[in-house]
């Protein structure tokens, strides 16, 4: 699921308070759809758009958005996601909940990756562009997703949406609270 803002934002790192308070109130809300769906924990990440390459071509989406996945593993399931990260050569540095606010109320000039729960929180940031879809084949790897579209899921023979529960977690977060900035999932 993404998380994402109706107007537009280039990244969620540097938004106004309200906006940054607002999108830890909705991870919150996610976490708790998603635990009531399917038993499992959110997982949060965010590939976030520095100032410099916001405006260029060669970005596949230059609206802030954080993606939400239930994880099974719960905690263990960002656990890995750092090792398989420092295993890539990143250095993840994990920050606290207060933490993670005073980061993203700093504007991002460079790109930045950002993964975390409800709990811990984790920041990577970049003075180039990172890999593209880092998290996709992390997390592949985490689930141990072997099939081709597991990384580029755009191409998913059997996609998401066919899971009866889907149906069931979109009434839930369908509509959010009201006065939201939200635009829904």
Known sequence: MLITTISHVAAFK??????????????????TAFRSVYGHPALFFEHGVGAQRALTADLHCTHAHHNALPVPFGAAALDGVVERLCVSGLSPMLMTGDEAQDWYTTAAADDYYYVGDLSRHYRIDYAAA???RLFRRVL????????????????????PWTDPRTAHLGAIVRQPPKGSIWGGA
């Open 14 to 31: 540097g938004v106004d308070t309200p906006t940054r308070r607002a999108l830890f109130a909705e991870r919150d809300r996610i976490d």
């Open 140 to 159: 592949a790897g985490l689930l141990e997703l072997t099939a081709p579209d597991a990384v580029t899921w755009e191409t998913c023979s059997t996609p």
């Open 130 to 132: 990172p890999p593209r």
